[in-house]
């Protein structure tokens, strides 16, 4: 699986769109990108997931660039509750494939 | 619906004793994944399973560390001999199809 590239922190003033950039240059054809996000003593949680288009859900908007060497997980209006570690990761899609997850990116959602 | 369960929730051993770690999953779901996650880093892929077979275990980072899912549903994370390095939370997660991983709370095993 392809190696992906976070900033280690960022910061967002709440109610604020919180835009966090991945980058992932060497990603292949059949590999995903994911997101999870993890918050302090949790589990990760699931947030999207995307191949070459553009995703939306009710937590997220994921942008992938066309080439798909990088791409943007947007919360659109951060709220406290998502001050938390976001782990981008890219992954081909199949049984039995584990996350590589990586050190992510710690955001900190400031009132 | 419950989600992944993980006991104990937290786990203090003496350097040298046996510790068992036992993961509840998502009823239905085939696939069942365990991760180690250090202070600071994210999770570290350990093993996987497909219902009882255990299909990749190249994560396991000694002989020390075995892991068993004799029905296809509970799980048991065992390490022998405890070391202070083994100290981490450990993570388990679940999965019914090749996209979304479902984890539990995870245990905090301390090595003292």
């Known amino acids: 699986d392809a190696k992906t590239t976070q900033p280690p922190s960022m910061d967002c003033a709440e109610g604020r769109a919180a835009n966090l950039p991945c980058n992932h240059s060497t990603i292949s054809g059949n590999e995903y990108v994911y997101w999870y996000r993890q918050i302090h003593s949790q589990g990760p949680q699931y947030i999207i997931h995307g191949l070459k288009n553009n995703e939306t859900n009710e937590m997220a908007s994921l942008i992938i660039t066309e080439d798909r060497k990088s791409s943007t997980l947007i919360l659109p209006h951060a709220t406290l509750r998502d001050t938390a570690v976001y782990y981008c990761i890219v992954r081909v899609t199949n049984t039995g494939n584990q996350f590589y997850f990586g050190t992510g990116t710690s955001l900190t959602v400031i009132p | 619906g419950a989600g992944v369960s993980q006991s104990p929730r937290y786990k203090v051993a003496k350097r040298g004793q046996d510790v068992a770690l036992r993961c509840d999953p998502i009823?239905?779901?085939?696939?069942l994944f365990w991760y180690q996650q250090a202070l600071g880093q994210g999770p570290e892929f350990l093993t996987y399973?497909?219902?009882?077979?255990?299909?990749?275990k190249s994560g396991l980072p000694s002989d020390r560390f075995f892991a068993e899912r004799p029905e296809g549903s509970v799980s048991t994370l065992k390490i022998q001999r405890t070391q202070q390095e083994d100290s981490a939370v450990y993570l388990c997660?679940?999965?019914?199809?090749?996209?979304?991983?479902?984890f539990g709370p995870g245990t905090r095993l301390t090595v003292t």
């Open positions: 997660a679940s999965s019914r199809d090749s996209y979304e991983q479902y």
């Open positions: 009823s239905g779901h085939v696939s």
């Open positions: 399973f497909q219902n009882e077979a255990q299909l990749d």
